[in-house]
């Protein structure tokens, strides 16, 4: 069952993490939320103030500033 569980997680944080880059992309920020509480996998793991935190996080300047960092250390 602890596979599966994982699983499932990995599911919902890849979901999440999709909505996120539909944000960044210009998509509204509280309607993502709202189709992902529409989620039953990821409202199984996450609570409305768990995504809320998780966007405010990944769409913050120092997440903005790292990834433009990494990408210029690519080759």
């Not at 709202?34 to 103030?49: A, H, K, P, Q």
Request: hydrophobic letters at 35%; proline letters at 0%; a negative charge.
């Amino acid at each position: 069952m602890a596979k599966t569980k994982q699983w499932a997680m990995d599911e919902a944080d890849t979901t999440i993490d999709y909505a996120i880059q539909e944000v960044r992309n210009g998509f509204d920020k509280e309607k993502a939320i709202e189709i992902l509480m529409r989620n039953d996998n990821v409202m199984n793991f996450y609570s409305r103030d768990d995504l809320e935190m998780i966007f405010e996080f990944e769409l913050s300047d120092a997440v903005r500033n790292y990834d433009e960092q990494l990408k210029q250390t690519k080759h």
